[in-house]
């Protein structure tokens, strides 16, 4: 009995250490594959924090860097960047997603999300979205004002339009030439709704008071975040070149070469004032200081570029302190730029970039590059000229310099490396825009498409290899006869454009991708 109740028992001990042993391997082989799974997703983290890293570094040396990144392999991740501009233009949803196959071979995803700021110019400046949507290869007009006299309620009247400027859901428009001096040349629309715009104001720059049909060159808008509730400012080239060692801004309102309107009501703006620019010394304005032709707006300061005085007759360049735009309204109309800078020629384009101002002229040296560490003393500190042409336009993303040009026989639009701007710079590539005598009066770059605008109209180019721009599309525009070139800027994914006919007719278009 006792030998047999032994066997029984030794069975019994054998199937319960079976039965353990084999609850233990199967804990084990489950510990391994939490621990590989634990290791794929601390993985799959470190990369998705290196993509958002990588982002953030981006848009410290240019917000407009800040774009999506296609899906890539990186061993078994799948790995993508996805960019969302928010509604206020200077913020932007960056989303990393990484993708791999786990155990059995169930699909696993890791997403993290961050929002990047535009540090770099938080008030006024571009409300451009730099990340492409939409078909550009076959963009298409989705509003066509052909006749801007009847838009904005004087349908006898004739329009020569010269810039515009699309900020924060409004679009401003100015004219240079209208047919009675009273008429309005600076015009404000609400493009919420892309495809219909409705003007909501306009003014006439000299206050009812002109004698001259001469209006507005170039417009740029603002805001001032030191004003409580924060007020809204267009800042407007002033086109009508007069004597003005002679003219006196106080009683000639068409004298000076900037004007400031307040548009924080853009259902009613106000003439704010006209600037005539003056020396520090006396007597003040000398000299036959022509009107303005360009600006530029980054942060509190505006430069401001003026036509050609002639040879020794500058300043044209003028960089200007407009921190508090309320203090130069009333009282004197006299400015005082805190730096200058004499090109001996028409200044065209501006852009600026840290300490440098970057300003396109139809000398030989076609950009210019130009070093504000001290304002009192401006000078060049690096340049780039290919002698066959004249600058025109211009626009920078990262280490790349667009310059757009006006040609006999040439490169249209050079594109350049910014990496050293103390240098003349080394060339990248360029395009070749027919006819010959083409000019690129606009540029404007979005990732890896170059938007030009020319004489004969709209072509979008695929820049991502400067050395082998490719064509993607084009679109014709009036402009028959008219000496006033179009045009043009961008906001969200919209680019607004304006030309004229040669006869007083301006055009208007909305310009949107495919869908």
Partial sequence: MKKGFTTIELMIAMAIMVMVLSAVVVVAFGNQSFLIGAQTNAEAMNKAQELLETQQALARKDFNLVNN?????????????????????????????????????LKRELELTTLIANFETPVGGNTCNSNLSGDWANPSIENSITNFATLVGNPGGTYTLSDVDAYKGKLYVTAINTANPTDQNFFIFDI?????????????????????????SAVRVAEDPASSPVKTYAYAANGYNASYSTCNPVTRRNCGQLNIFDVTDSSNPVWGTNLMLASSTAPFVTGPQASGNSLYYKNGYLLLGLNSTGSGNGPEFHLIDVHNPDDLFGGSHLLFPVGTYAVNNTVNAIVMRGIYAYIATPNSQELQIL?????????????????????????????????????????????????????????????????????????????????????????????????SPALISSYALPQSGSATEPSMDCEDNRLYVISNDGIGRGFL????PGP
Avoid: C
Wanted: hydrophobic share 35%; no cysteine; proline share 5%.
């Fill in 371 to 467: 070093d504000m560490t001290n304002p009192s003393s401006i000078v060049v500190s690096g340049n780039y000229g290919a002698g066959n042409g004249n600058g025109k336009s211009l626009h920078i993303v990262g280490n790349n310099v667009y310059l757009g040009r006006t040609t006999g026989a040439g490169t249209d639009i050079q594109i350049l490396d910014n990496t050293n701007p103390t240098v003349t710079l080394p060339l990248l590539g360029g395009i070749d825009i027919e006819p010959p005598t083409n000019s690129v009066n606009a540029v404007i770059v979005r990732d890896y498409l170059s938007f030009l605008l020319t004489n004969s109209g709209l072509r979008i180019y695929n820049t991502s290899n400067p050395a």
């Fill in 69 to 105: 990144v296609s899906s890539t392999t990186d061993d078994i991740y799948e790995k993508a960047v996805y960019v969302r501009l928010l509604p206020d233009f200077l913020t932007k949803e960056v989303k990393a997603l990484i993708s791999w196959q786990g155990e059995r071979g």
């Fill in 192 to 216: 919420a709704n892309t495809s219909d715009p409705d003007f909501l104001s306009g003014l006439d720059n000299e206050n009812g008071g002109g004698t001259t049909a001469v209006g507005l």
């Fill in 509 to 512: 278009y909305v310009i949107k």
